[in-house]
């Protein structure tokens, strides 16, 4: 099945519904991210990834948990909150599509099921577009992403020029497509091939990263950096969270936030001792998490190469050298 | 020679002869036009070093961390020079603590787009305000004529419209803190942000939060701020920040007279931790 661009728009303004949210890549006050889909909404799908990635979706910066507080006799009462809605999004990304794979690890497996997690993640639905061509920090195809496919979004769509190809992958996916009948049509079309000028080689280097705890690329790489929370809050698959609360006297909401690796309160104890006093520890953290720990615990990166950290980081501090220095070391 | 040839040869000698430890300068990036801070202690290191018109990060802060190791070398232009005399007049560093090589600058330039950046447009000193010598030339840049035209602009908003605005500029921010941990006065042991038990700024991100968080910070910097621009320049979300910090000044200017802070090591002590019988108290 093929969608025509000119088809794409109309599509969409059929999508908008009061029974779901429709989140599109656009352009808010000069920030690139997903947002609600209304009238004068214009996405846009020019861009290669947004600045903001999409997993405040499932996983929003600020979120609450429940309200509590003390009713007439003095006992205590705990009102849960479920915020979750049904959601649709549309022409997130593969490199994106693949940062769920990894929350989805994290907050569905081995075990462990976060509630707040579950329930959005079954309300989304992934509409995701290929990508006819790169931006100049995208890397994906390095990190075993490729830009034209994401086997776990609901529907997927192929770049193909004038059109593009439409495959529904899931049973949502056969749902959602079989809605859009007036305005597909029959046909395949050869996807363009993305060109990234950007590539860097793993080969090795998850292995290699495990003798290298104590190796002095560390204090080389982090005495620039800032502790910044930049590159951990733009990462579509950083997913670290704390947990607080608003107090007024008897009552209160307790609710999680994202948190930062890079934060020296982010391992502070009570107590005062912190794991990870210095940055050569938080950067060496954030690193190893991202191409070695996830990957002996959950059989993938945690780095999908969507270029966000090396764009936006404000000393420079690129995840792809290091990956190149780690490569070059004997 | 080149200011770059000079640097390359002085940060070898500095390093080879043990004057210093360590020497700051910057190094080219994987991208083109793109330079990246640098931090060498090894003296065959010193030909990674680079000077142009892209190297856009301002280095003084990384003088304070950098102490611990020895005795610091670095480049410093204007602004990594008041910055330098910030951290030393805040006791952060001492002058002896660093050897500065300086160098004139004309403006540094967006990789992408070859524009002049706006901190640098906006920059009144582009010549080192203290070194221990020159490689090369002043620059001797003339200053831009006018310092508070944004302050302007916002102060022509009516209350309603500038309500308007800061609620969207603070529903941008993501409290990544790239703002604070770039900016030479931030060096309290303690961010106000970092101690949770007194809370004084909730986790949450929302505007009320966002906005306690950046106005505290711009009170608690006001008199120090060097105007470099690294805080707006270095914040992911593009919020409009020297507008907040030049607003200050611009007020503290109106009430104690013109100043610009950070520009000798004798300046006088902060404007808002000093008090004078003389001091203005228009609300009483
Ligand atoms: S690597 Fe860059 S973005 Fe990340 S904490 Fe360090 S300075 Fe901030
Ligand atoms: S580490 Fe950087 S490049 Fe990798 S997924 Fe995160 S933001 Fe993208
Ligand atoms: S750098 Fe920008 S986004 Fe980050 S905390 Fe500061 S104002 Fe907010
Ligand atoms: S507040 Fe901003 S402009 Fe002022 S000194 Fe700090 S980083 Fe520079």
């Known amino acids: 099945m093929i969608l025509t661009k000119q088809n794409l728009m109309p599509l969409l303004r059929?999508?908008?519904?009061?029974?779901?949210?429709?989140?599109?890549?656009?352009?808010?006050?000069?920030?690139?991210?997903?947002?609600?889909?209304?009238?004068?909404?214009?996405?846009?799908?020019?861009q290669v990834n947004t600045t903001m990635p999409p997993k405040d979706l499932l996983f929003p910066q600020t979120q609450k948990m429940y309200h509590f507080d003390v009713d007439a006799n003095g006992s205590y009462r705990i009102h849960e909150y479920d915020e979750s809605r049904e959601q649709l999004v549309f022409g997130i990304r593969p490199c994106d599509m693949r940062s769920i794979v990894c929350l989805d690890e994290v907050f569905l497996t081995k075990g462990f099921v976060d509630e707040f997690y579950a329930n959005a993640r079954e309300k989304l639905t992934c509409v995701c577009i290929g990508c006819a061509s790169a931006a100049e920090t995208c890397f994906c195809a390095s990190m075993d992403v490729d830009p034209q496919l994401a086997p776990n979004a609901d529907v997927?769509?192929?770049?193909?020029?004038?059109?593009?190809?439409?495959?529904?992958?899931?049973?949502?996916?056969?749902?959602?497509?079989?809605a859009w009948a007036p305005f597909v049509e029959e046909g395949v079309v050869e996807p363009v091939t993305c060109e990234q000028s950007l590539a860097v080689s793993m080969e090795g280097v998850v292995d290699k990263l495990e003798g290298m705890y104590d190796h002095p690329i560390w204090d080389n790489l982090s005495i620039k950096c800032l502790n910044c929370g930049t590159c951990t809050y733009l990462c579509p698959t950083c997913h670290c969270f704390d947990i607080s609360q608003d107090m007024r006297r008897k009552d209160g909401v307790r609710f999680r936030c994202w948190d930062s690796c890079m934060f020296s309160e982010y391992t502070m104890m009570a107590g005062g001792h912190n794991p990870r006093p210095e940055k050569l520890e938080r950067v060496r953290n954030r690193f190893m998490h991202k191409l070695n720990f996830f990957e002996r615990r959950y059989g993938m990166s945690l780095c999908v190469g969507c270029g966000?950290?090396?764009?936006?980081?404000?000393?420079?501090?690129?995840?792809?050298?290091?990956?190149?220095?780690?490569?070059a070391i004997g | 020679m080149t200011a770059q040839d000079t640097i390359r040869a002085r940060a070898r000698e500095l390093l080879e002869n043990g004057e210093v430890t360590t020497f700051i300068g910057?190094?080219?990036?994987?991208?083109?036009?793109?330079?990246?801070?640098?931090?060498?202690?090894?003296?065959?290191?010193?030909?990674?070093?680079?000077?142009?018109?892209?190297?856009?990060?301002?280095?003084?802060?990384?003088?304070?961390?950098?102490?611990?190791r020895g005795k610091v070398g670095m480049v410093v232009r204007g602004c990594d020079s008041?910055?330098?005399?910030r951290l030393i007049n805040d006791q952060v560093i001492n002058r002896e603590d660093v050897y500065l090589i300086g160098v004139g600058c004309a403006g540094v330039r967006d990789r992408k787009t070859?524009?002049?950046?706006?901190?640098?447009?906006?920059?009144?000193?582009?010549?080192?305000?203290?070194?221990?010598e020159m490689a090369g030339d002043a620059a001797g840049r003339p200053q831009p004529s006018e310092r508070f035209k944004e302050v302007h602009e916002v102060e022509l908003m009516t209350q309603p419209e500038r309500s308007r605005y800061f609620e969207g500029v603070y529903a941008k921010c993501i409290r990544c803190y790239a703002c604070r941990d770039v900016c030479p006065c931030c060096t309290c042991r303690e961010c106000f942000v970092d101690q949770r038990r007194e809370n004084w700024v909730g986790k949450q991100n929302n505007v009320a939060e966002n906005r306690f968080y950046s106005l505290t910070r711009v009170m608690h910097i006001a008199d120090r701020c060097i105007e470099c621009g690294e805080c707006?320049?270095?914040?992911?979300?593009?919020?409009?920040?020297?507008?907040?910090?030049?607003?200050?000044?611009?007020?503290?200017?109106?009430?104690?007279?013109?100043?610009?802070?950070?520009m000798t090591l004798d300046e006088e002590p902060g404007k808002l931790i000093t008090y004078d019988l003389v001091d203005c108290e228009e609300f009483m």
């Open chain 1, 14 to 46: 059929n999508l908008t519904g009061a029974e779901r949210d429709v989140f599109v890549p656009t352009q808010v006050d000069g920030v690139s991210k997903f947002a609600l889909m209304d009238k004068g909404t214009v996405p846009d799908f020019e």
């Open chain 1, 156 to 178: 997927m769509l192929q770049d193909c020029g004038d059109v593009y190809n439409v495959i529904a992958q899931t049973p949502k996916g056969e749902v959602e497509v079989a």
């Open chain 1, 308 to 327: 966000r950290c090396v764009e936006k980081c404000p000393v420079a501090l690129d995840i792809t050298r290091l990956i190149d220095d780690v490569a």
């Open chain 2, 26 to 68: 910057w190094e080219s990036g994987r991208f083109e036009n793109q330079t990246t801070p640098l931090v060498i202690t090894d003296a065959s290191d010193a030909d990674k070093l680079v000077c142009n018109e892209y190297c856009v990060n301002t280095l003084a802060k990384y003088a304070r961390d950098v102490v611990t």
């Open chain 2, 82 to 85: 008041r910055g330098i005399v």
């Open chain 2, 114 to 132: 070859g524009e002049l950046l706006k901190k640098c447009a906006e920059c009144r000193h582009g010549d080192p305000v203290i070194c221990d």
């Open chain 2, 232 to 262: 707006e320049r270095a914040c992911p979300m593009g919020l409009p920040l020297m507008k907040l910090n030049r607003k200050v000044i611009k007020d503290l200017n109106d009430l104690f007279g013109e100043f610009e802070s950070s």
